[in-house]
């Protein structure tokens, strides 16, 4: 757009046009700067802090689509084995509102886990049967027992927990840290989206594009969805009959041509696109390098095991996603879908837990082996936890969950988060929180504060107000994650 | 002067917003003067904006310190202590000493709010109080008038009253405009600008060659007259309607409302006055004796995301819609951001949250449901059937009227008939109606105790003997007389009764009363046996439904029918008739319930074979299974035909009938007698032709809505008035005070006389007291044309919103639209402005002084939106489908786009291309799935269409270049592209003008240029071209599999007569010519 604007984002750092933007231009000027002054550079090797030093570059965020009842994961209720079938006091729901898929059951009775629980490591965190290879990793995780939210349905809550509002339209985590610290490889996206598919598939929610949508940040922030099947990056791959060779030469007149046009109408906007055209260029020669998973040794698969070379799986996804880090992708959001359990949890979770185990455990591994670790921060967790009680028919072995919004598990490891915590505490029926409530603002702080910002000051002009992703209430960076 | 004050504000604009940093885009002065006058919405809202009213503006649930600096008096009222400001005394007003203090305690704005002002900022209040503090109220919220034209140096430039505006400014910043655009330019730009494609070459020579006076203005008004005019308009305003083909969320399935897309297409090709065009869509509903085109306008409004996910709450959902709809009005007619007053009443803006909620009033007095029911025809919607069943769709109402009409004449008669009949009845006299029946082929009463085992019975007209063995019980309560128990000991063979066979027709059914413990499934009379692939048929139980079988071999060789609706009812006789036609096929089966005729689930359907069995048939059990464990029988009938309806409703009434007749004539209830009545008389040939020609109309209405289109229209609840509750927070589960339907109270009042309904507030918004739809509407228009509005927020005029560019600009074209509404003369007097007709060529200069062109001077360059590059694309092939409207299509999309996010249940989850012309229709045209809307336009930042958009993203990425570069669509488009210039282009026909190289080559590289950039190519640039075609045909001879590859790309074959290298090498230098720059921009 403005080529003067254009020449101050070189000169100047980003903190000071951040600091600057805040008051000074329009979002879409500030787009232009942010975004047009990456093509044309070297990558820079380094993040360059907004407001402060960061203690991680790189994120890769694995949600898992539908809410996994915590209770039969993380948050042990040991209680529960002797209120088989009681009825949830009222006093622990305190007329909290329900989903219209439980609130017509005349009674709520109470399915304690079927499956069992062992403490592990030093921090001698609960954790169930099922994902053994998740507890070999227990004290290199920061475990937080009291995430709770508003929305009490998928499509709400996952764009809350995201994008800090239920409603749509706001950009989400990615696009804000693709904003604030921009790129770290010309040749690759900032922000990149991988959807997994589950080894069942019988409940799963809609992931749509607008969750890696920039919202009202400029689209070169939106997160690049990478596909499993067919080419990883829309339309990357030249038509079939054109090698690399013609293309170059179409490439090479077409900046010949659009020079002598720039000459003739001097508009910046020209030179912006012939540099864009020779990224596309790169990229098309790096992906294929990248998405080469055969090329990896194996001891790889030692670590992920044989499911990660299988495309699509969650552990072949978990690769790619270190593969990405490791080019210098800034933030890799990763979805594992099926985990809304309303009927035969008892089925259904172990085939759950066998997706993700294995490749989480890999994952923190082989991080810590290439020396990533420490700068790497691995979140995992869903968009709201799942009731005590059962909804629809009850026995010891099986039994379903609705969903439940005032207490879940996440946790989140390396990058700065503290490993063996076990942050937050829920009632006997994990139903409240009795101790250290997390607030998904609070959370948004926190992941903000380890990427090197003040989340009040990463604001961006919206709609006259100045936007951030920890929202409008006040909300704070919770100091016992941070290591 | 005017000149003068107009730079200092741009000055002053920038040293609030701009700070400190040196010369922007806009023009660089020195600093103005101390006595260059102070404006108050120019210079110091801005200020006050930003850092004081977060505390101290319109929200009173954050003001501090009871301080209000949105409002007048907030300055000047005194506060016990004196006032804010002493006009013209800075150092006596408390407001400028807060700000200056040093003292943590006493500055302003506190350390807390994390807002500083400048230095600058403080001079500027310092020298508004010194200047006398004058006030004005917001500018976007005083009503526009026309403004005085600033004189300017150089008049000869000025074609109409644009450039007066444009060119004082431009004067003030020391610049000049550039020249005007050659005619070619001109030709490609208004062509753009007006139909969204590039213009033939013919009609660019023809333009370029007319010596005429008014060759520019007929050229214009020839692009207004293209029906293409209307899709290019429309395509904007489907942006700020958010219109898509899917619901939005959860199932995202399909949504059928592309009417209302193809009324806005006609209504901006008819070029329907804006006012009219608002109203239409807001309210079109409740205009009086509205058309079909007024209610289809009104999807506008339900073009909204909607939802049917279970376990979502109906009131939230509702509140939800209501609040998009408020949102969506402000931002697209107001241009403001009402959406921060869901909560709290707006920080900025004078919203209050009841105002929100007030207005939201408007839109929740509707039919719509909180559920979509995941359906493409979610009610409210228009039926719109196929334009030659027009007629008779309009005609059905009234011939069904008349045959029900004369069907109850009849009725009359006949009750005449029957209420004589019944006075002198004689109790047997039932026995009558049933003898017109005819005699059943088996007849077993149950209705006496015998005194031994034998029943009494009648097969073929003549009585056989039937015994009941193991416990037979009689019970007394039998619909008539005793009945026969069946407890499930007890076995009633009938023998080689009911030898049914696949073709002929029967019936069979009998009064059961089954036991209120009944359970499970069983037969209430069977002739079947099990061990034969339960060959036979029966009349079955399960669960609470009836059900028949008619069996070969289950379940491969069988017809199985079953009841819907829990139609058992134990504990209570029932009179259960199956009646079959002897088709073989499910669809020929009847179950009557009662007399009435039950809705049937056609379990299974495949019978081919006999039913015919050896074995007998048995009461309340199959041979070997299906027991009946409790229930009564009585009156088992068997014929060996299909009973009408109306024969089995009078065996249904047979006992009631009877009882009727029994009874002395002042003790018969008039419903009884209705009862009666209706099936004695339901067998009157004249009634039964009338029911049969009501049929036929229910059917022929079904047949023309099952091909008609839907569209989905608001429609008003009756009876109720519009109200809403505020919600606290924004959260429906709080509501709070409820609240009729109002305007924004701080903004001109509803009309007078305008009712409190969506038609109100139509009429509000295009009222001439109306301050912001037309200067928010002329913003837009403007913004199509120059890439960036007069003011460049276009979704914000509120206090937050940038302040326009040429005020007085936007005033004058505000206020002269207002005066007609007509688009086609604003965007006339717009085109035919020199400031429009400008060269978009930029000097070092201007990129200095106006980099982002906000001062116009250069003619608009920007990269074009995406359905733009692609129509362009196909229009210079000359593939694009000429089709105006109809529903949307689904052309090229790589692989897996929708299945990727679809959920497994979602009727939109395969992209299943479409082929033939569907391939090559407008963008406009492309269905849009909104949880992924087509994958090359979203790249080239379409908008989602979940929320309204009026202003579209324009970024530069490399994810754009591969679109362009390898997206099928633009292949194929370049292969035939290069086809018609290999095959039509000829030196002499290419270019009128004497050929200088007069090569084939370059004869076809001109057919191309023209079709693209509608000019030749220069020297250098056909050079350029022609070297890189040498390179791509040299590969090609050498590598003709990939020449084959690469033609083969698209749904259409490549020209054979064609040597495929030479295609393939074209191919490749229309792909990089639809790549230039040049092309991508407009």
């Known amino acids: 757009m403005d080529p003067l604007f254009k020449d101050w984002g070189r000169s100047e750092t980003r903190r000071q046009f951040l600091t600057r933007g805040k008051n000074a231009l329009g979002t879409a000027a500030l787009a232009s700067l942010l975004g047009r002054d990456l093509p044309g550079q070297e990558p820079k090797a380094a993040p360059q802090g907004a407001h402060f030093a960061p203690k991680t570059k790189n994120i890769i965020y694995l949600h898992m689509v539908g809410g996994p009842a915590q209770m039969d994961l993380f948050d042990y209720k040991p209680k529960m084995q002797e209120m088989y079938d009681k009825d949830l006091p009222d006093s622990v729901r305190q007329g909290q509102r329900l989903t219209t898929m439980t609130s017509g059951q005349a009674r709520f009775p109470i399915a304690p886990s079927k499956f069992k629980f062992a403490r592990h490591g030093k921090c001698g965190m609960w954790i169930t049967e099922l994902l053994p290879w998740t507890a070999r990793c227990a004290d290199d995780i920061c475990w937080i027992r009291s995430m709770h939210t508003d929305a009490i349905n998928h499509e709400p809550a996952i764009c809350y927990i995201q994008t800090g509002s239920q409603v749509t339209g706001r950009p989400c985590i990615g696009s804000w840290v693709s904003y604030g610290l921009g790129s770290m490889n010309a040749n690759l996206p900032t922000f990149v989206v991988l959807v997994a598919t589950p080894s069942n598939r019988e409940q799963e929610q809609a992931i749509s594009g607008r969750l890696w949508s920039s919202g009202f940040l400029p689209g070169e922030h939106a997160g690049v969805s990478f596909r499993t099947s067919g080419d990883p990056i829309l339309f990357i791959n030249n038509p079939p009959g054109v090698p690399d060779a013609v293309r170059r030469a179409t490439l090479d007149g077409l900046k010949e041509l659009n020079d002598l046009n720039y000459r003739q ?4 906007e020209t030179h912006t696109r012939i540099s864009q055209y020779e990224m596309a260029f790169r990229m098309q020669a790096s992906v294929p390098e990248l998405t080469n998973i055969k090329a990896e040794p194996e001891s790889t698969f030692k670590l992920y095991g044989e499911e990660a070379r299988k495309p699509g799986t969650f552990a072949n996804t978990v690769l790619m996603a270190r593969r990405l880090v490791e080019r210098g992708v800034r933030f890799v959001q990763v979805y594992h879908n099926n985990w809304d359990h309303h009927g035969n949890l008892g089925g259904r979770m172990p085939s759950q837990c066998k997706d993700v185990d294995r490749a989480c455990y890999g994952l923190l591994q082989d991080l810590k082996g290439r020396g990533m670790f420490d700068s790497t921060l691995v979140l995992w967790g869903g968009e709201f936890g799942r009731t005590i009680y059962s909804q629809g028919g009850l026995s010891k072995d099986n039994y379903g969950r609705d969903h439940h919004p005032r207490c879940f598990t996440w946790w989140m490891a390396g990058g700065g988060a503290k490993g063996g915590t076990i942050y937050g505490e829920t009632d006997d029926f994990s139903y409240n929180i009795v101790k250290d409530p997390v607030r998904i603002s609070d959370f948004h702080a926190t992941l903000l504060h380890l990427l090197g910002f003040n989340h009040e000051k990463f604001t961006v002009k919206y709609q006259g107000l100045d936007a951030r992703l920890s929202g409008v209430e006040p909300a704070k960076v919770i100091r016992d994650l941070l290591a | 002067m005017r000149r003068f004050a107009t730079t200092a504000s ?20 020195s600093p103005a003067p101390q006595d260059v006058p102070v404006r108050f919405n120019r210079d110091i809202r801005p200020i006050l904006a930003e850092n004081c009213f977060p505390c101290h503006g319109p929200d009173p649930g954050s003001r501090q310190g009871k301080l209000r600096l949105d409002r007048e008096e907030g300055f000047f009222a005194d506060r016990g202590e004196g006032a804010l400001v002493v006009r013209g005394k800075p150092d006596s007003s408390p407001l400028l000493s807060r700000v200056m203090s040093k003292d943590s305690e006493e500055v302003m704005p506190p350390p807390k709010a994390k807002k500083t002002l400048k230095l600058q900022q403080k001079e500027l209040l310092r020298r508004w109080i010194a200047q006398g503090a004058p006030w004005e109220p917001h500018w976007s919220f005083l009503k526009p008038e026309r403004a005085p034209l600033p004189a300017v140096k150089n008049p000869k430039w000025v074609l109409n009253v644009v450039d007066r505006f444009v060119l004082a400014r431009l004067e003030a910043a020391g610049l000049t405009p550039a020249p005007e655009a050659d005619r070619r330019t001109l030709a490609r730009r208004l062509s753009l600008d007006l139909v969204g494609l590039p213009p033939e070459p013919e009609a660019v020579e023809a333009f370029v060659n007319d010596a005429s006076s008014d060759a520019y203005e007929r050229y214009v008004r020839r692009l207004f007259d293209s029906p293409r005019y209307g899709e290019h308009r429309a395509r904007y305003w489907l942006d700020a309607a958010r219109y898509a083909d899917t619901h939005g969320l959860h199932f995202d399935n399909y949504r059928e409302i592309w009417p209302y897309r193809d009324w806005v297409i006609q209504a901006f090709n008819r070029n329907v006055p804006f006012d009219v065009f608002t109203t239409e869509q807001l309210a079109g ?25 279970g376990g979502t709450i109906a009131e939230e959902n509702l509140a939800n819609y209501a609040r998009d709809r408020v949102e969506t009005t402000s931002w697209v007619w107001l241009g403001l951001t009402a959406n921060c007053a869901v909560c709290h009443d707006h920080k900025f803006d004078p919203i209050t949250t009841k105002d929100f909620y007030s207005m939201a009033a408007f839109f929740r007095n509707t039919t719509q449901g909180a559920l979509d029911g995941n359906v493409k025809d979610s009610a409210p919607v228009m039926v719109l059937p196929k334009p030659e069943d027009e007629k008779r769709w309009a005609s059905i109402p009234a011939d069904t009227d008349q045959v029900q009409k004369s069907i109850a004449a009849r009725k009359g008669a006949l009750r005449a008939d029957f209420d004589k009949w019944l006075e002198t009845a004689q109790p047997d006299a039932w026995e009558a109606e049933l003898a017109k029946i005819g005699p059943p082929t088996f007849h077993l009463p149950l209705d006496t105790e015998p005194p031994g085992p034998e029943l009494a019975a009648t097969h073929q007209g003549k009585p056989i003997a039937v015994k009941a063995e193991g416990t037979v019980k009689w019970i007394d309560s039998g619909r008539a007389g005793k009945a026969l128990l069946l407890e499930g000991q007890t076995t009633v063979d009938l023998g080689d ?9 029967f019936s069979f059914g009998c009064w059961v009363r089954l036991n209120a413990n009944q359970q499970g499934a069983a037969s209430v009379l069977a002739r079947m046996d099990d061990d034969a692939g339960y060959r036979g048929w029966d009349l079955w139980v399960q669960g609470n439904e009836f059900a028949a079988h008619l069996v070969h071999k289950w379940q491969d060789d069988a017809i199985k029918v079953s009841t819907t609706g829990s139609l058992v009812k134990r504990g209570t006789w029932q009179h259960v008739f199956v009646t079959y036609d002897g088709s073989a096929k499910a669809e020929g089966f009847r179950i009557f319930v009662d007399g009435k005729q039950a809705k049937l689930n056609l379990e299974a359907n495949t019978l081919k074979n006999t039913p015919r069995t050896p074995a007998p048939l048995l009461l309340g059990r199959r041979k070997k299974s299906g027991v009946l464990a409790g229930g009564a029988l009585q009156d088992l009938r068997i014929y060996a035909r299909r009973l009408a309806a109306a024969e089995v409703q009078r065996l249904a009434i047979h006992p009631k009938a009877a009882a009727l007749l029994a009874k002395p004539p002042k003790d018969r209830q008039p419903k009884e007698k209705q009862d009666v009545f209706d099936v004695a008389s339901a067998g009157d040939a004249e009634l039964a032709a009338g029911a049969e020609k009501l049929a036929a109309f229910e059917a022929e209405r079904k047949a023309i809505r099952d091909r008609a289109s839907v569209t989905h229209v608001m429609e008003e609840r009756k009876g109720s008035m519009p109200t809403a509750n505020i919600l606290f927070r924004g959260e429906y589960d709080k509501p709070r005070d409820k609240v009729e339907a109002a305007v924004f109270t701080s903004l001109n009042p509803l009309p007078t006389g305008a009712p409190k309904s969506r038609l109100g507030l139509a009429q509000w918004l295009v009222s001439k007291d109306h301050p912001l739809t037309a200067r928010v509407m002329v913003n837009r228009f403007w913004q199509e044309l120059f890439g960036t509005g007069i003011v460049k927020t276009a979704e914000d005029f509120g206090i937050m919103g940038e302040a326009p560019s040429h005020p007085e600009l936007l005033d004058t074209l505000a206020a002269e639209f207002r005066d007609h509404w ?31 062109n906000r001062l116009f001077s250069r003619g608009p360059r920007f990269r074009m939106d995406a359905e733009m590059i692609r129509d362009v694309a196909l229009a210079a092939s000359a593939t694009l489908s000429p089709k105006l409207g109809g529903p949307s299509v689904k052309p090229y999309q790589p692989e897996g786009v929708w299945e990727a996010v679809g959920m497994n249940e979602s009727n939109t989850k395969i992209y299943k291309r479409d082929s033939g012309e569907a391939l090559y229709r407008r963008g406009l045209y492309s269905f849009w799935k909104r949880m992924a809307p087509p994958a090359s336009m979203e790249i080239l930042n379409a908008p989602s269409r ?25 292949i194929e488009a370049a292969r035939v592209l290069a086809q018609n210039a290999m095959k039509k282009a000829l030196p002499s026909v290419a270019d009128p003008r004497p050929a200088k190289e007069g090569t084939d080559e370059a004869a076809r590289l001109d057919f191309i240029a023209r079709r693209l950039l509608s000019r030749p190519l220069s020297k250098d640039e056909t050079a350029i071209v022609l070297r890189v075609r040498g390179k791509l045909l040299a590969h090609y001879k050498a590598a003709p599999e990939d020449a084959k590859k690469l033609t083969a790309v698209g749904e259409s074959k490549p020209d054979a007569s064609l040597d495929p290298a030479d295609l393939a090498a074209w191919t490749m230098v229309c792909n990089q010519m639809m790549n230039l720059d040049e092309v991508l921009n407009k």
């Not at chain 2, 965007?827 to 982002?852: F, N, P, V």
């Not at chain 2, 579209?952 to 633009?970: G, I, K, M, S, Y």
């Open chain 1, 265 to 268: 109408v001097g508009d910046p």
């Open chain 2, 10 to 29: 741009l000055c002053s604009f920038y040293i609030v917003f701009g700070t400190v940093f040196p010369a922007t885009s806009e023009p660089t002065q």
């Open chain 2, 285 to 309: 509903d409740l205009l009086p004796n509205p058309t079909k085109d007024q209610i289809i306008a009104t999807g506008f409004h339900r073009c909204n995301i909607t939802t049917n996910e």
């Open chain 2, 497 to 505: 009764v009911g030898a049914f066979e696949k073709d002929t027709a």
């Open chain 2, 822 to 852: 007509d688009v086609r003369k604003l965007l006339t007097l717009i085109l035919t402005s020199a400031t429009y007709r400008q060269s978009a060529a930029t000097t070092k200069e201007k990129l200095e002084k106006d980099g982002a």
């Open chain 2, 946 to 970: 979940e929320m309204a958009c009026v202003r579209r993203e324009r970024t530069n990425t490399p994810l754009q270049a591969l679109v362009t570069l390898n997206d099928p669509q633009f």
